[in-house]
């Protein structure tokens, strides 16, 4: 029953995915092409740190190494590629399995932070080398390439790039689905969990761990390739900690146990990005504050936030889950607007220009900021009071909630009290 | 001869005010086994604390009041972030410290601005200490050196000869064992989070001066801070001391050597052939300069994981 | 404010299609810049500077009847997110791309409109490159689309070094110190390929990591042991700053020949140390006259401070755009992209600086340049110090310019 509904639930997904391009607008599908390909990669990261437990710093590098095999592979034979355009991304699943496999080699020797300073290293060692190699990375304005027409289609269009993009995810995603079903990838839970223990089974951990970094480098060269083939460019500012930071940050935002998790995480976080860079110029700040709050208050990450969801409505059943569910939602949207309106009122009140009108004109101190299409003074009380009024309300709301939760709380507190250590401590030198 | 001086003082300088800010990151790493990734964040909040007390309080009172707010952010930080996400794993902790470093650069970018703003070395102190060949020294490097010097001396004290440091102590090794025997250990990690970010407070606030004051000036310093406190050892603050050494003499020095690895080449008749292959064999050295700390931390996790002088596992 | 305005212009669109034939397409620029990050400080100063120049176009009567819009898009600091950014702007239907902070973008955008342009004919776009400053984008990766109205190493270089040597401060031994990429190779280049123009010999030349120093001192001991004169840098922000700085701890004489100790925070936190020093840039109010100061009056009126740095080269070259835009007639209710495009090499209009016009063969525009000092008696202060920018030398847009890259093969269309 559950396997059942599971496909479908699956099936489902994948037509909404496919009827992406004619539902929603050029802009939006572009937005999607980057929501699958952050998507993958978190997915490839996963494999290493939500199974594997080991914390990599430095995977943008594997990503970049995979952008920089396929736009060389793009470019060769003068121009018309060394593989059709629709297989172009093996390009970037043999550079980074590659270039993943010795990486991995020598930083799997460690374990726990080590590892994790290691990867760091080799990405910022990477970063720093890449401007000074022209002939490979390009200098600063990159290398660029042209996607070649094949197979009766000149992929000139954002729908076509979609669909190729989709195409390469699904089956990435499958591909790395099925290797965690199988006993290689099963044993790689065992590396996190205990792998003295492993080592004393027989298994060779080292060799296990190599595996188990080179399949998630793979990975991460073909979301990086399946970039190259959208942008048709790659510049080594690819190999930026923020872009490694920022796969680690979608991974747990996520939530790591489930395969699908950080997937979602990954895309949720694009789409923020997408949506709201354009909205306000504050909007690192508004990514800050929900990494912050994902990591206090729902450290399961999404997805843990959907189970508890479906395991509350199990529980309260329908008719007195529904109101809990409106009353949360409600609580954030106030919170929401509340902390927007004030640092939006802040950014205005303490930028240069607003200062220095506010300081040329002695008579009138403090003139109206424009938030929302209505004029607010800042002496005002009303200013200060419709944030507190929206902060207080859902505030109210959150601690009503709260108590009604108190009991699902406990269910999932015995799991907390013993989490496995994502990371190990400090001196576990393998 | 000079250049050479005058290198090796810029270098022991610029080592020492990487200390200052090393050093308290790597007395919160040994005690809480999480890597701070806000903590050049710390560094950048004294110099804009500093910035805007200079006005009310003048350079020297801005000094001394600054790192004690930083202090206080950094047990507000310890006591209502990090204590609940402890129990989730380190990576949580983390990942926690690293949205709290972006939330403290755009909080100082909403107030601020985005331009570097107007705190300079005060006219006083703006004087040369020195001659040394054709250029002169100025006093006020001197100055960030002495507060480096002074700040390692006074926590080695503290944490050796002192009651408390000795508790300290204690609760990193065996923090449960220190609980039973009655010592507040949340209260411990709280103060040692505190005085690791007033350390970075004061680090900002001298150095802010003499270098730029700007919103970036968490990430410019934030990734070597880093590649110290895993040369030198985890936990270890000798070893903070002897890498920031370290990396301020190979980035200084490395700067006057024009050499590549083609002239090493040539010693074995090879520079013809290393010339034609190009690329990494012919860059030179001094352009390097900033790229050398990165090879040389991964040499050390490749060798020697615990650092120079860390404690081997 | 881009959902609003997604919405108004479906609007605009839904009330022409009721209209029928009678009604225009508006003119849409878009200004895809860094607006938040680590480089946004120059990122929002090109858009307050393209807001003005529309709000300009505007009040003139726009394009047919019609407002011109300015669509603004962040590219979230890096040539990736400026490439995403470029398509969600196509899909808007923007005919004009507006950027100018970093030449990394400027070559990927150029590059993603070349390659629209070849795939959608009928539908081009036109970049407008205000201050992407790399030889290349006017070199090898030159196409009929892309103009540039600020100007590039060579240019700057050779205002420089004349002024200096006809006022006395250039000497005879150089020091070239950049920034090792493509805008700093190429001032390294030029500041050697001037020397005979000069008169001067270049003792040393030094290229160094980006944005990734914090002490310079070592650089420092380099000058001084050259024995420099003077010291000739395309360095911006804390490279510049600091550099300064270093050279002034360290007691060095040497007089600095700059192109962006103009940014807004440079004299404040330099100080003193900035006094007697030069740079060239491409607008002075001090030597713009009485439109000059018509011009400043009423950008601080509307944008709230005196235009600065990058803002007016950005107007002007916007003001080219609207000069070209008066003289092309729609077709069929739309604009003609290409005919824009023939219409903006030939454009000649007068700044307050002089006359700026556009070069056909490379789509360089020739715009007039002035070497100024950081002096105490300059009537326009900077950063709300006492000191500000004493105009030296103007160099008219022919006396400035450079000659076109034999790299550059342009592809006109029919």
């Not at chain 1, 939006?28 to 978190?42: R, S």
């Not at chain 2, 050494?245 to 090493?264: E, F, H, K, Q």
């Not at chain 3, 150089?174 to 920034?179: G, K, L, W």
Request: hydrophobic share 50%; glycine share 10%.
């Amino acid at each position: 029953m559950r396997s059942n509904s599971t496909l479908v639930a699956v099936a489902l997904g994948v037509l909404l995915l496919a009827g992406v391009p004619m539902l929603l607008s050029q802009g939006l599908v572009n937005a999607a092409i980057q929501m699958l390909i952050a998507a993958l990669f978190a997915s490839a990261y996963n494999v290493l740190c939500g199974q594997a437990g080991m914390l990599s710093f430095g995977h943008a590098a594997y990503f970049g190494i995979g952008a920089f095999g396929t736009v060389h592979a793009m470019n060769a034979l003068g121009g018309t590629g060394l593989l059709p355009t629709p297989l172009m991304p093996l390009a970037g699943a043999v550079s980074g399995l590659a270039i993943g496999a010795v990486a991995g080699w020598f930083a799997t020797k460690r374990t726990g932070t080590y590892f994790a300073m290691i990867t760091l290293a080799i990405a910022e060692l990477l970063h720093a080398l890449a401007p000074h190699l022209k002939g490979l990375f390009g200098g600063e304005a990159g290398v660029s390439a042209m996607r070649m027409p094949a197979m009766g289609l000149n992929f000139g269009s954002t729908t076509q790039v979609y669909y190729l993009t989709l195409a390469w995810v699904l089956a990435s995603l499958a591909l790395l689905y099925f290797y965690t079903v199988t006993p290689a990838g099963r044993l790689a839970l065992g590396l996190r969990e205990n792998g003295h223990r492993l080592r004393f089974l027989g298994y060779h951990v080292h060799g296990l761990s190599v595996l188990v970094f080179s399949i998630s480098a793979m990975f991460s060269g073909i979301a990086g390739a399946l970039q190259v083939i959208n942008n048709e460019a790659a510049n080594y500012v690819v190999f930026d900690a923020s872009l490694s930071a920022s796969v680690v940050l979608n991974t747990y935002i996520g939530g790591v146990k489930v395969f699908l998790g950080p997937a979602l995480g990954a895309s949720l976080m694009t789409f923020f990005g997408y949506a709201v860079s354009d909205l306000t110029q504050s909007w690192l700040l508004y990514q800050g504050i929900l990494f912050v709050l994902v990591m206090m208050f729902m450290p399961e990450g999404l997805a843990g936030l959907l189970g508890l969801a479906a395991r509350e409505q199990r529980r309260l059943g329908l008719a007195r889950f529904a109101p809990v569910l409106l009353a949360c939602v409600a609580a954030s949207v106030l919170l929401a607007a509340g902390t927007t309106f004030v640092v939006e009122l802040l950014q205005r009140m303490f930028s240069q220009d607003y200062r220095a009108l506010a300081s040329a004109n002695a008579a009138a101190p403090w003139p109206p900021i424009t938030l929302l299409g209505h004029a607010w003074l800042p002496a005002a009380a009303v200013t200060w009071l419709v944030p507190a009024g929206l902060l207080a309300g859902g505030g109210v709301l959150l601690l009503a909630v709260r108590r009604r939760l108190q009991p699902a709380q406990a269910e999932s507190e015995p799991a907390a009290h013993a989490p496995a250590p994502l990371v190990q401590s400090p001196g576990g030198a393998a | 001869m000079d250049t050479l001086l005058v290198s090796l003082l810029n270098g022991i300088i610029y080592g020492l005010v990487l200390f200052m800010v090393s050093a308290g990151l790597t007395l919160i790493f040994g005690m809480m086994g999480v890597l701070n990734f806000a903590h050049a964040s710390f560094y950048m909040l004294g110099a804009y604390f500093a910035f805007a007390l200079q006005g009310v309080l003048g350079f020297w009172g801005a000094l001394a009041l600054s790192p004690l707010l930083v202090g206080l952010v950094g047990a507000v930080v310890e006591r209502f972030f990090l204590r609940r996400v402890h129990r989730y794993g380190h990576a949580h902790e983390l990942l926690l410290t690293f949205g709290l470093s972006f939330i403290i650069a755009e909080l100082v970018k909403l107030f601020f601005g985005n331009f570097p703003v107007n705190y300079r070395i005060p006219a006083s102190l703006d004087f040369a200490a020195f001659r040394l060949g054709s250029s002169d020294y100025p006093a006020y490097r001197l100055l960030m050196g002495g507060v480096a010097v002074a700040m390692f001396v006074l926590i080695y004290l503290l944490l050796t000869r002192t009651r408390v440091g000795i508790v300290v102590r204690s609760a990193i090794y065996r923090p449960r064992m220190a609980e039973a025997l009655g010592h507040n250990v949340p209260l411990v990690f709280m103060g040692v989070f505190g005085v690791g970010a007033a350390l970075a407070g004061l680090a900002g606030a001298v150095a802010g001066a003499f270098y730029t004051t700007n919103p970036n000036m968490a990430l410019e310093l934030g990734v070597m801070v880093f590649v110290v406190v895993v040369v030198g050892g985890l936990g270890s603050l000798e070893g903070a001391m002897l890498a920031s050494l370290l990396i301020g003499l190979i980035t200084s020095l490395a700067v006057a050597v024009d050499a590549t690895l083609a002239d090493a080449l040539a010693l074995v008749g090879a520079r013809a052939w290393a010339e034609e292959v190009g690329g990494l064999l012919t860059l030179k050295v001094s352009s390097l300069a900033a790229t050398l700390p990165f090879a040389l931390m991964l040499l050390i996790l490749l060798v020697r994981p615990s650092g120079l002088l860390g404690e081997k596992a | 404010m881009h959902a609003f305005r997604v919405l108004a212009l479906s609007a605009v669109a839904a009330a022409c299609l009721a209209a029928g034939a009678a009604c225009a397409d508006p003119v849409k620029i878009g200004v895809i810049e860094t607006l938040s990050g680590p480089q946004a400080a120059s990122g929002q100063m090109y858009r307050a500077a393209a807001r003005y120049a529309v709000e300009k176009m505007n009040a003139e009567g726009g394009w047919n009847g019609q407002p011109v819009q300015l669509v603004e898009y962040d590219n979230q600091g890096g040539p990736a997110g400026a490439a995403d950014k470029l398509k969600a702007a196509i899909a808007d239907g923007v005919h004009i791309v507006v950027q100018g902070a970093s030449s990394a973008v400027g070559g990927q955008i150029t590059e993603d409109i070349r390659k629209h342009n070849l795939r959608n004919p009928g539908k081009e776009m036109i970049y407008v490159n205000v201050g992407a400053e790399a030889q290349e984008l006017t070199g090898e990766k030159c196409h009929f689309h892309h103009f540039r109205f600020s100007g590039n190493a060579p240019v700057r270089t050779k205002a420089l070094v004349l002024a200096m040597k006809q006022s006395g401060a250039l000497g005879a031994r150089v020091y070239a110190i950049n920034q090792n990429y493509s805008w700093g190779q190429d001032m390294e280049k030029a500041v050697v390929d001037t020397a005979s123009l000069g008169g001067y010999q270049v003792v040393e030349k030094t290229l160094h990591d980006t944005n990734k120093i914090q002490d310079f001192a070592p650089y420092v001991a380099k000058i001084g042991a050259a024995k420099a004169d003077t010291v000739i840098t395309g360095n911006w922000s804390n490279d510049l700053l600091l550099l300064m700085k270093a050279t002034k701890a360290a007691g060095l004489k040497a007089r600095f020949g700059t192109v962006f100790l103009d940014q807004p925070g440079n004299i404040a936190n330099g100080g003193e140390l900035t006094l007697g020093h030069y740079i060239a840039h491409a607008f002075n109010p001090e030597a713009a006259g009485a439109d000059g100061q018509r011009f400043v009056a009423d950008y601080k009126a509307k944008i709230g401070h005196v235009p600065t740095f990058i803002e007016p080269q950005t107007v002007f070259g916007l003001a080219m755009v609207a000069d070209a835009l008066k003289r092309v007639k729609p077709e069929g209710g739309k604009l003609n992209v290409n005919a824009l495009a023939k219409a903006i090499e030939t454009a000649k209009i007068k700044t307050p600086m002089g006359e700026m016009s556009m070069r056909a063969a490379d789509h360089q525009a020739l715009l007039p340049m002035v070497v100024s000092t950081v002096a105490r008696d300059a009537r326009y202060k900077a950063d709300d110090t006492d000191m500000g920018f004493r105009p030296v030398k103007v160099f008219s847009g022919a006396e400035a310019a450079a000659p076109v890259q034999a790299s550059c093969k342009m592809q006109r269309p029919s």
